[in-house]
């Protein structure tokens, strides 16, 4: 069964910056697009950013020039180089590789104080 495992959030300052990481197992991983999606409270799970095989990348509106996806195929992970958080960031951050489900790691909290 895939299995991804998130790592990486914690508490910050407005300002500050934290790295996300998710190591997946059980799948090619060197083929798989990856994706970082967060749900903040009462709201919707919401796309971050994607990364295909090749390291095309794209990234939402709202963390674009502030946040970095990037893959090392070696590990098998997938990275979210997030800085210049703001509060509005705070969520619970899943890693997601679309197979032939949806699969998603546990999630980890990423807050952002003001």
């Known amino acids: 069964q895939v299995r991804l495992v998130e790592s990486g959030g914690g508490l910050v300052q407005a300002g500050g910056s934290l790295r996300l990481s998710c190591a997946a197992s059980r799948i090619i991983f060197s083929i798989a697009t990856m994706g970082w999606y967060r749900q903040a409270p009462g709201k919707q799970r919401e796309l971050v950013a994607q990364?295909?095989?090749?390291?095309?990348?794209n990234y939402a509106d709202d963390v674009k020039g502030r946040f970095t996806i990037s893959r090392d195929n070696a590990k098998n992970t997938v990275y979210l180089q997030m800085n210049s958080l703001k509060p509005e960031d705070t969520a619970v951050y899943y890693c997601?590789?679309?197979?032939?489900?949806?699969?998603w790691g546990q999630g980890t909290q990423v807050t952002v104080s003001s």
């Open positions: 997601n590789v679309n197979l032939d489900f949806a699969y």
């Open positions: 990364i295909s095989s090749g390291g095309m990348t």
